[in-house]
Structures are given as C-alpha cells and as structure tokens.
C-alpha cells in the first residue's frame, strides 16, 4: 500500500510561481512511478507530468516548459514547480503512484488532490 499527501496548492496571481509537494509512504520501495495530474471544474483528469524510478522525465505540451517535476528520495517526497501560472492553469492537482503488486501488474495509487487558483 501508498498513501498519498499532497500540500502547496492556493490562491496565487497570474505569472506568479508555486510549489506543489507529494508526500508518500507505505511500500515506497514499490513505486515505479510518481505521476503530477489536474482537473478543472467541467473538464477531464489530464497528466500533467512523470517521474519514473530511473529518473526518466516526461511533460505534456500544454506545460511549455513552465512546470519541473522533482523528487528527495530522502523525503519520500515529489514536486512540482509551477512558473509563469495563468488562469487556465486553475484546477485541482493530483499526485499518483504507479507501483508494483505482487503479479508485477503497475497499480496506480492517488492523493486527495490540492487546489490550486490563479485569478487576479
């Protein structure tokens, strides 16, 4: 099992900055992957970005190379930086863990989300 806390969102101005912060713990050995995703009032889940456990990055294109995902291995701890915020960015952001299972099938698991408002 995983459990997720994530923490930073709020209310922040157009072009201003945050910072989001996924905690994890449970079977951290297990995860393969943490995984940033929002979803806006109306709209569907959408990946924002990943972090697999060899290091490997990957960004959507709507992020234009606004947002870094990191991690502290030593925290158990996974980021996203979130730059130069517009209005459209304003949606709830989820953390998920893809991890092992004993058949080595990847189950996903989420935190409970953290909103996050970019208005004037």
């Known amino acids: 099992q995983v459990q997720l806390v994530e923490s930073g969102g709020g209310l922040v101005q157009p072009g201003g900055s945050l910072r989001l912060s996924c905690a994890a713990s449970?079977?951290?050995?297990?995860?393969?992957?943490m995984n940033w995703y929002r979803q806006a009032p109306g709209k569907q889940r959408e990946l924002v970005a990943s972090?697999?456990?060899?290091?490997?990055?990957i960004y959507e294109d709507f992020v234009k190379g606004r947002f870094t995902i990191s991690r502290d291995n030593a925290k158990n701890t996974v980021y996203l930086e979130m730059n130069l915020l517009t209005p459209e960015d304003t949606a709830v952001y989820y953390c998920?863990?893809?991890?092992?299972?004993?058949?080595?099938?990847?189950?996903?698991?989420w935190g409970q989300g953290t909103q996050v408002t970019v208005s004037s």
């Open positions: 998920a863990a893809t991890a092992e299972t004993v058949t080595q099938i990847p189950f996903d698991y």
């Open positions: 449970g079977s951290i050995s297990s995860i393969y992957a």
């Open positions: 972090l697999t456990r060899d290091g490997n990055i």
